[in-house]
């Protein structure tokens, strides 16, 4: 009974638009009381969602089918092809949307919905893919980020497009990610910058100071190299001295007011 009178509810909206539909009305076209309405939907609203509730169920309950160890992003196309396909099979299901399309409060409501979907659909990715939160967040918004930029296109074409064309094109941009590799650690970098003044060839100095540099670590790593480790042996994981090219990059650093003799010329050592 709560699907019927969710599609009576849908055909009076359609037809008087959802403000201008009331719940007597809608209680006197099913041929129940005012009271009986409430007992299915505690607001009006809720009437338009049935169908929407329904379908995120759905997708929840297939996404939990997916064979095991499947790519989590290749479930979900799967997924949301099938949902998006059946809801443009559906003329009851397309006439719900554009009417939640159409009417500001039910757009606010389908957002609220849809937040609550991701949060399933991201609980689901993090039991069945070892994600993380992060992991799973970023998954599901980039799902729901292609579907709609999906829907979108077809939209603008006149609704003539190809769907699933247009699903499958969207997936394979924002997969090209992969939103698993966001548990990794960034991997520290270093660079070496010296100071020259200005009374002295930049090259010149840059070199001497890098010299020093590498001849102070590798006089370090030759005494640890050769110090006993408290048993009377060497360290056996003294680092040994590397040789490596180095280029450097003059950068002279912007003045806005006059400066003395010394002006500073700031060097980036990189690896040539």
Known sequence: MRAELAGIALGLFAEHGFDGTTVDDIARAAGMTKRSFFRYFPVKEDAVFAGVD???EDVVGDLRERPPGEDPWESLRTVLGRW??????SERELAGLRLIESTPVLRA???QKREEWRASVAAVLRERAELDEFGADLVVNAAVAALDTAAAEWLRSGERGNRGALLDRA???CGRADPRRAREKPQPSSCLIAVAVADRAPTHVGSRSWSKRAE????DNAAAGSAPDGHGTANPTAVRPVSVAWSLTAKPR?????SSRRNRVRFTAEPA
């Open 54 to 56: 329904a379908l995120g």
């Open 84 to 89: 998006q396909e059946r809801i443009h099979g």
């Open 109 to 111: 409501r389908l957002h």
């Open 171 to 173: 997936f394979e941009v």
């Open 216 to 219: 102070g670590r590798a006089s």
């Open 254 to 258: 912007r003045r806005t007011r006059p």
